[in-house]
């Protein structure tokens, strides 16, 4: 799999839709290729996050550490991406990262990604269009699953 399946890829992840031909193939030949066995980590909850990854396959289950243990918080399989935040801030991350299965991954660092905006600024208000419409479907999410929260805390108290 070389450089044409990395572009393939990367044209089908919503945030690099838009992208044309040349654009893409500046991010596919940037990237990195990495594999994980299956209960090997990616990353943990907090580390800096300075990189998207792309699951090329396999599934990787993203975890909280709460009490010690690690609580699930969801799984990511083949096309998605993992730390878009990350290639436009410096941030954190918010969950740690484990291959429930064997995988294969596509690292993007941040710098690659910050070049491409810089050689191409019309590609910043797309993607701040395509972060903006996730960050709101993640507090439609937050926002229906409030009710449970707050039965639990009515139980509690």
Excluded: W
């Excluded at 690099?16 to 990616?42: I, K, P, T, V, W």
């Excluded at 050689?119 to 479907?137: G, N």
């Amino acid at each position: 799999m070389g450089l044409e399946h990395d572009i393939i890829v990367l044209g089908r992840v919503s945030l690099f839709r838009d992208l044309n031909r040349d654009q893409l193939r500046l991010l596919a030949f940037g990237a990195e290729h990495l594999s994980l066995e299956q209960g090997q980590d990616l990353y943990q909850e907090d580390d800096p996050a300075d990189c998207a990854f792309i699951v090329l396959d396999g599934e990787i289950e993203l975890f909280r550490m709460r009490g010690g243990e690690r609580v699930p918080a969801g799984r990511s399989g083949k096309g998605t991406m993992l730390g878009e935040l990350a290639l436009i801030t410096d941030a954190h991350r918010p969950t740690g990262a484990t291959a429930r299965l064997d995988s294969r991954l596509m690292r993007l660092h941040q710098k690659l990604f910050r070049r491409l905006l810089e050689e191409y600024p019309d590609i910043a208000v797309r993607v701040q269009r395509v972060i903006v419409r996730h960050l709101e479907e993640l507090l439609e999410g937050v926002a229906r699953l409030e009710p449970a929260f707050r039965d639990s805390d009515d139980a509690k108290g």
